[in-house]
């Protein structure tokens, strides 16, 4: 279980006229991703999504809060026991091009880190090569036919699988895969997003997913959790169908109206939700982060922030379905038509 409370990271932006501006890319973020569970965080850009994947990954430092890690409050151990527990988080870099090393073939790739798990763990040496096979099945690529090549011998799509294969080496507990950052075409997206869905069946590893597309959210957190961030605030979290099939959040339904028709499974309303203005992030919110935008605002929501609290009805759920919003309604979305 990897959970989160309070996550909260302030940057200072070099270069304007005042000698730096700060940008709050997370204000105070709780999270729970349970064991083998899925999780996505979607927003549109700037949210905080990225920022929150380095974090969780131990890429990237935070400013409040805490990282707890099967038990273990990550602020309350020395740096290199950190980062032996952060570990067993992996990011998969979602550019396959430059993630890996040109000048190594795949065996070479794969043996160095394995070669290292094998020390840590008193296995003999005989046991890197079976496992770098092993692995490379298990990600769907003839070990056979990759071993010995270098990147550029290889598809982007079977780069990308080497990639999660090299994160797999150290028997993550739990994957984040950013796809905002994502370098890779449509096809090879849905590929690495159904072997994600695959491993956490076959392997029981967990997987946070960091998205700005609902439909993909859907796909891969059928059964899990959807968290909405707005401006670095989480909104509306819940089960991910839950929340998709009955958003309360004025910006969760903003965000689902841009859902394309596809299948018509989304049906028009009356009341669509649109963001009515433009965000000027220089400008201090001193209620609601989403107010400025909303067309269903009042004056309660500019004069303090709204708490994060149950959806009311029966909590028959799972997992709470929860909204940060003074006037939250199952209001009826307008995706938009499918060109
Ligand atoms: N290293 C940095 N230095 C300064 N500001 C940063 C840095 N990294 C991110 N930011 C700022 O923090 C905010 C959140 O950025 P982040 O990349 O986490 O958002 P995001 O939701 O992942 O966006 P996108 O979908 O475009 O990648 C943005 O305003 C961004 O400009």
């Known amino acids: 279980m990897i959970t989160g409370t309070g996550i909260t990271k302030t940057y200072r932006q070099r270069g304007d006229v005042l000698g730096g501006r700060e940008v709050r890319a997370l204000r105070g973020v709780d999270f729970a991703v349970p064991r083998g569970g899925a999780v996505s965080f979607i927003g549109e850009s700037g949210c905080g999504k990225t920022t929150l994947g380095r974090i969780v990954a131990g890429l990237e430092t935070y400013d409040a809060g805490e990282i707890v890690i099967d038990g273990t409050p990550m602020s309350s151990l020395r740096h290199k026991q950190r980062q032996a527990e952060f570990r067993k988080i992996q990011l998969i870099h979602q550019d396959p091009y430059s993630a890996l090393n040109p000048n190594r073939t795949i065996h070479q790739t794969l043996q160095a880190p394995l070669a290292l798990r ?12 079976d496992r770098a096979e092993e692995l490379l099945s298990l990600v769907g690529i ?12 290889l598809s982007g799509g079977m780069r990308q699988r080497v990639v999660i294969a090299r994160a797999l080496t150290v028997d993550p507990e739990m994957l984040v895969a950013d796809e905002s950052v994502s370098m890779i075409d449509v096809s090879m997206r849905l590929s690495v997003l159904a072997l994600l869905k695959d491993l956490r069946e076959r392997l029981g590893v967990s997987v946070l997913f960091i998205t700005h597309d609902i439909a993909t959210a859907r796909y891969i957190g059928d059964s899990g959790e959807l968290y909405v961030l707005y401006r670095g605030q989480v909104v509306e979290r ?4 839950s929340v998709i099939s009955g958003p309360v959040h004025p910006y969760t339904q903003s965000l689902l109206s841009a859902i394309p028709v596809l299948h018509g499974l989304e049906r028009p309303g009356h009341d669509r939700v649109v963001p009515t203005e433009a965000l000027d992030e220089r400008r201090p919110d001193t209620g609601c982060l989403f107010a400025r935008r909303c067309p269903f605002r009042t004056e309660e929501c500019t004069a303090e922030p709204p708490a994060l609290v149950r959806v009311a009805g029966p909590a028959a759920e799972a997992a709470p379905h929860e909204h940060a919003c003074y006037h939250p309604a199952r209001r009826s979305v307008i995706p938009e038509e499918a060109a």
């Not at 003839?142 to 011998?153: K, T």
């Not at 819940?238 to 169908?241: H, N, Q, S």
């Open 118 to 129: 094998a020390r840590r763990t008193g296995r003999p040496s005989s046991w890197v090569d």
């Open 142 to 153: 003839d070990p056979g036919y990759v071993l010995g090549r270098y990147p550029h011998q």
């Open 238 to 241: 819940g089960l991910t169908e």
